[in-house]
């Protein structure tokens, strides 16, 4: 658009000078000179603000690293390389048979701890009859050695008076012995249900890992790189990932804008679009946020000190921007680039210049070179 301007004042300058015949001067150059270049800072400084226009446009989608939660030899790979795939379809499995053996092991370690519990409630109900046998020997006991004691003089022996108190000595000695069994047997009981509680715990953590030797899909996507074959032993590392997944799920176009040309700029506000990929087609758009972070101005935290020479930013600021038709996202691949341009509130008949401008870039960007 600045070039048509630029066409346009210097044919009005040659006009100027051919029909009223001025000749060329060093003074009346200057002049006209000094015109055209505030003419075209001015149009410039109210064009950047009425509608930012960016030619770095560029379409970003999440990237998600395929790492497995278990290790083991891969037996099948079901995922295409750059084939889309619903979330949730198989990637890939590993070899289960190990995660199997742990999952009967758990569920057999639960079934002993299920018996131990029935064995140890047994028990307890044989504690608790024991305990009642037991207090009833004392109560008789402790009758018997009462009767004694009131008897009168002579009407019992003293070897019967002391078989008698010997008797409710054994038989409160015999309950306290009781009574710390049957503590024994409650504490049995309680212990088999804890051990349950720990086997079903360790049968799902089992299960849990044997469901994750079915590796599937976190999203709509696609595998764009494989980094194993059939055989390949994968590990739960980061640093290994078996592949690389692309989210199709949401796509994010991300345009860069110097500082000042989004003084005006608001969410919301209306957007257009053309892409490299698209020539001769127009995206709409709108403005979601302005990131207003930069990794220029990220401290790190480390015991080097900031080198002066070092702090600085070029002052831009990335806008996100979300397309109207979500339809048309479809055919946008990572990193598609294209142009962009925001129409603010402001100084609406400027507008014009970027509509004009977008709509050429659409047919130009059928030129190779562009």
Same mark, same amino acid.
């Given at each position: 658009m600045m070039w048509i301007f630029i066409i346009l004042f210097v044919s009005a300058i040659v006009f100027v000078y051919k029909v009223f015949k001025i000749e060329p001067q060093p003074w009346n150059i200057a002049i006209f000179a000094t015109i055209?270049? @505030? +003419?075209?800072?001015?149009?410039?400084?109210? #064009?950047?603000? @009425?509608?930012?226009?960016?030619?770095?446009?560029?379409? /970003?989608?999440?990237?998600?690293?395929?790492?497995? #939660? *278990?290790?083991?030899?891969?037996?099948?790979?079901? =995922?295409?390389?750059?084939?889309?795939?619903?979330?949730?379809?198989?990637?890939?499995?590993?070899?289960?048979?190990?995660?199997?053996?742990? &999952?009967?092991?758990?569920?057999?370690?639960?079934?002993?701890?299920?018996?131990?519990? @029935?064995?140890? =409630?047994?028990? &307890?109900? &044989?504690?608790?009859?024991?305990? +009642?046998? *037991?207090?009833a020997d004392a109560r008789a006991a402790k009758a018997t050695l009462d009767m004694s004691e009131e008897a009168a003089a002579g009407t019992i022996?003293?070897?019967?008076? &002391?078989? +008698?108190?010997?008797?409710?000595?054994? %038989?409160? %000695?015999?309950?306290?012995?009781?009574?710390?069994?049957?503590?024994? +047997?409650? =504490?049995?009981?309680? /212990?088999?249900?804890? %051990?349950?509680?720990? /086997?079903?715990?360790?049968?799902?953590?089992?299960?849990f890992s044997l469901t994750q030797c079915t590796v599937r899909a976190p999203a709509n996507g696609f595998v764009t790189n494989w980094n194993i074959r059939e055989g390949t032993f994968v590990v739960p590392s980061p640093a290994a990932a078996a592949g690389t997944f692309i989210d199709t799920s949401e796509l994010t176009i991300f345009a860069p804008f110097k500082q000042q040309m989004l003084v005006n700029v608001k969410t919301g506000q209306e957007v257009e679009l053309v892409f490299k990929s698209h020539p001769g087609r127009l995206f709409h758009g709108k403005v979601d946020s302005i990131l207003e972070a930069t990794g220029e101005g990220q401290g790190a935290v480390s015991g080097t000190l900031p080198s002066a020479s070092k702090i600085g930013s070029p002052g831009i600021l %990335?806008?996100?921007?979300?397309?109207?038709?979500?339809?048309?996202?479809?055919?946008?691949?990572?990193?598609?680039? /294209?142009?962009?341009?925001?129409?603010?509130?402001?100084?609406?008949?400027?507008?014009?210049?970027?509509? *004009?401008?977008?709509?050429?870039?659409? #047919?130009?960007?059928?030129?190779?070179?562009?």
């Open positions: 055209f270049f @505030a +003419a075209v800072i001015g149009i410039l400084t109210l #064009w950047t603000q @009425a509608s930012p226009y960016s030619t770095r446009a560029v379409v /970003g989608r999440y990237v998600v690293p395929i790492v497995p #939660w *278990v290790q083991g030899p891969i037996v099948s790979i079901s =995922a295409k390389p750059n084939v889309p795939i619903k979330k949730g379809e198989v990637l890939f499995e590993i070899d289960p048979t190990s995660y199997q053996f742990t &999952v009967n092991q758990a569920k057999a370690a639960l079934q002993v701890a299920r018996s131990d519990e @029935a064995r140890f =409630a047994a028990g &307890v109900k &044989v504690a608790e009859a024991n305990i +009642a046998k *037991v207090e022996s003293k070897q019967d008076l &002391v078989d +008698a108190r010997e008797r409710y000595s054994a %038989a409160e %000695a015999m309950l306290k012995q009781t009574e710390a069994s049957r503590e024994q +047997a409650n =504490a049995a009981y309680a /212990g088999s249900k804890d %051990a349950i509680v720990l /086997g079903e715990e360790k049968l799902k953590t089992a299960e %990335a806008v996100k921007i979300l397309l109207n038709n979500e339809e048309e996202t479809s055919g946008l691949d990572l990193g598609t680039a /294209g142009t962009v341009a925001i129409y603010t509130d402001s100084l609406k008949p400027i507008h014009i210049m970027s509509r *004009v401008t977008m709509r050429m870039n659409k #047919w130009l960007y059928f030129l190779p070179f562009m």
